[in-house]
């Protein structure tokens, strides 16, 4: 009786987790008709984005931005960078040596 109570109570939680994370997952068209497919997973705890990008699947965290959402990796070291506002992206690379960011695709939209 115990396990059957025990594994109705494990259900629950883990329908409760499922019911507060968000997956959305998109498609972005950038300048040089670069495509970036893009998965954003929302959790209460942590936002990650994973993007494929020159046959490398990324996956970034949420870092804070003055406006729209930014995800970078969260070390000094050298990283990329996917930043959104709206139904609009740009993918840095973020020199951590430097300390600069420069642009790797821009003009990105969503949906293309």
Known sequence: MRALLAAALLTGLAGAAQAETQVLTLRYICDRGV??????????DQQIAVIHVEGSQITLFSETAASGARYGWPSDGSSYVWWTKGPEATLYWKDGEKGTEEPVLTGCTEGG
């Open 35 to 44: 495509e970036v497919p893009a998965t954003y997973v929302n959790a209460e």
